[in-house]
């Protein structure tokens, strides 16, 4: 079964960014690398595919919409439709030498999410057997989590920014999770986009969000410059120091 992966947080706090850089580390282990990695956007908006320097074309809730106005050719009623959603995760699978994606996306009517969520739910369930690491970039906000879209997750990052706002908001993902009994084998924070000035009080905020700190991202101008001009975050410079940040919570993640 794959170890899953997902990152979670607040609106902007910089899910995408650490996804990317995490997956970035993910594809250079050799190991792990091996034993395949899956990426999923789980964000309506799509975004993680342009921080990868990928285009996707199509995404869960297009196959949702397929499915439910059954057109194209695909589509055939003497076939299971178990057997179909494995032929269309193939379809809409961005396959790459060192890792591919899948991304969630939107079905175009309204309201139709839940039934998104459980093809997800679905896929994540067929694809532990196929790849060794997923990791999820999930939606931000917490619809997601209550629709348990992440359960059993090995390992939660809660993402937030340096504000006491952000703290509690990290504490009430956290609590959520716990109170729907969603499986997290471990549960870390990670703080970005700390300013350089910031002094950081590990245990007082460690205790304001029950969470242990995975890692410190500073604020890094090269992730403003990189994202306002469109370069793929994977591409960041080893050096930067947004990429020296998430090197060490991979180190972390995968020492314990
Ligand atoms: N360490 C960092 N230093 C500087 N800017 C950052 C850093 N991390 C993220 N950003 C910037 O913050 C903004 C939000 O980042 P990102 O898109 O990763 O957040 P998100 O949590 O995925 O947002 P959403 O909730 O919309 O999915 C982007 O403009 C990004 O460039
Ligand atoms: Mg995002």
Same mark, same amino acid.
């Given at each position: 079964?794959?170890?899953?992966?997902?990152?979670?947080?607040?609106?902007?706090?910089?899910?995408?960014?650490?996804?990317?850089?995490?997956?970035?580390?993910?594809?250079?282990?050799?190991?792990?690398?091996?034993?395949?990695?899956?990426?999923?956007?789980?964000?309506?908006?799509?975004?993680?595919?342009?921080?990868?320097?990928?285009?996707?074309?199509?995404?869960?809730?297009?196959? /949702?919409?397929?499915?439910?106005?059954?057109?194209?050719?695909?589509?055939?009623?003497?076939?299971?439709?178990?057997?179909?959603?494995?032929?269309?995760?193939?379809?809409?699978?961005?396959?790459?030498?060192?890792?591919?994606?899948?991304?969630?996306?939107?079905?175009?009517?309204?309201?139709?999410?839940? =039934?998104?969520?459980?093809?997800?739910?679905?896929?994540?369930?067929? =694809?532990?057997? /196929?790849?060794?690491?997923?990791?999820?970039?999930?939606?931000?906000?917490?619809?997601?989590?209550?629709?348990?879209?992440?359960?059993?997750?090995?390992?939660?990052?809660?993402?937030?920014?340096?504000?006491?706002?952000?703290?509690?908001?990290?504490?009430?993902?956290?609590?959520?999770?716990?109170?729907?009994?969603?499986?997290?084998?471990?549960?870390?924070?990670?703080?970005?986009?700390?300013?350089?000035?910031?002094?950081?009080?590990?245990?007082?905020?460690?205790?304001?969000?029950?969470?242990?700190?995975?890692?410190?991202?500073?604020?890094?101008?090269?992730?403003?410059?990189?994202?306002?001009?469109?370069?793929?975050?994977?591409?960041?410079?080893?050096?930067?120091?947004?990429?020296?940040?998430?090197?060490?919570?991979?180190?972390?993640?995968?020492?314990?």
């Amino acid at each position: 079964m794959a170890h899953i992966i997902a990152v979670a947080g607040k609106g902007g706090v910089g899910k995408t960014v650490i996804s990317a850089l995490l997956l970035r580390f993910l594809i250079e282990d050799e190991d792990i690398r091996r034993d395949g990695v899956l990426v999923i956007d789980a964000d309506p908006a799509v975004s993680l595919p342009f921080a990868l320097g990928l285009e996707v074309k199509k995404t869960i809730g297009d196959i /949702r919409e397929e499915i439910a106005e059954p057109s194209g050719i695909i589509f055939d009623e003497r076939m299971p439709i178990d057997m179909l959603l494995e032929y269309k995760i193939d379809e809409i699978m961005v396959k790459r030498p060192y890792f591919s994606l899948i991304a969630m996306g939107r079905p175009e009517g309204v309201g139709c999410y839940c =039934l998104v969520n459980d093809m997800l739910r679905h896929f994540i369930g067929k =694809l532990s057997s /196929r790849f060794g690491t997923i990791l999820i970039d999930c939606e931000a906000g917490l619809e997601h989590l209550s629709r348990r879209t992440t359960q059993d997750v090995d390992t939660m990052l809660v993402v937030s920014d340096f504000t006491k706002r952000g703290f509690k908001t990290a504490a009430a993902i956290k609590s959520l999770a716990e109170s729907l009994h969603i499986e997290f084998k471990r549960i870390f924070l990670v703080l970005n986009k700390v300013p350089a000035s910031a002094n950081v009080h590990f245990d007082e905020i460690e205790r304001l969000t029950g969470m242990p700190i995975a890692g410190v991202v500073p604020e890094d101008e090269i992730v403003s410059k990189f994202d306002y001009e469109g370069k793929p975050i994977l591409l960041l410079p080893e050096d930067s120091k947004a990429v020296l940040a998430v090197r060490k919570i991979f180190e972390r993640i995968f020492s314990v």
